[in-house]
């Protein structure tokens, strides 16, 4: 696929496409905005979670933390719930990230314990 640059990129999935009622192309805009928000976010949130994978390893701490999962699966339940999400989505989104993130922090670990992190 070609390289696209970054305006078209962020431009509403809609763009340029026509027969569209104008109320609808606007709720779709948002929808992109906050699509595009959420892309940057998580794209944060994985650097962070980075980094918390190289402290971990350097400390020799274990990729999981089901101790911490478990405190961050209450903790966005009841803030999903509190925001009007639906808990169990909220859960399902959490657990897949939290997948992710050990995934990284095995890679990250592994990384360490050949020595090509040192």
Same mark, same amino acid.
């Given at each position: 696929?070609?390289?696209?640059?970054? *305006?078209? /990129?962020?431009?509403?999935?809609?763009?340029? #496409?026509?027969?569209? =009622? %104008?109320?609808?192309?606007?709720?779709?805009?948002?929808?992109?905005?906050?699509?595009?928000?959420? #892309?940057?976010?998580? *794209?944060? $949130?994985? $650097?962070?979670?980075?980094? /918390?994978?190289?402290?971990?390893? $350097?400390?020799?701490?274990? =990729?999981?933390? =089901? +101790?911490?999962?478990?405190?961050? #699966?209450?903790?966005? $339940?009841?803030?999903? *719930? %509190? %925001?009007?999400?639906?808990? +169990?989505?909220?859960?399902?989104?959490?657990?897949?990230? /939290?997948?992710? #993130?050990?995934?990284?922090?095995?890679?990250?670990?592994?990384?360490?314990?050949?020595?090509?992190?040192?």
């Amino acid at each position: 696929m070609a390289q696209r640059d970054e *305006a078209s /990129v962020a431009a509403s999935a809609d763009a340029g #496409v026509s027969g569209i =009622p %104008s109320e609808l192309a606007d709720a779709r805009a948002t929808i992109d905005n906050i699509d595009a928000a959420l #892309v940057h976010i998580l *794209a944060e $949130r994985f $650097r962070c979670t980075q980094r /918390v994978g190289h402290i971990k390893a $350097r400390l020799d701490l274990p =990729p999981a933390d =089901p +101790d911490r999962e478990a405190r961050q #699966v209450e903790r966005l $339940r009841t803030l999903a *719930a %509190s %925001s009007g999400l639906d808990p +169990d989505f909220a859960e399902k989104f959490l657990g897949f990230m /939290v997948r992710e #993130v050990i995934r990284h922090h095995e890679d990250i670990k592994a990384e360490y314990d050949e020595g090509s992190c040192l």
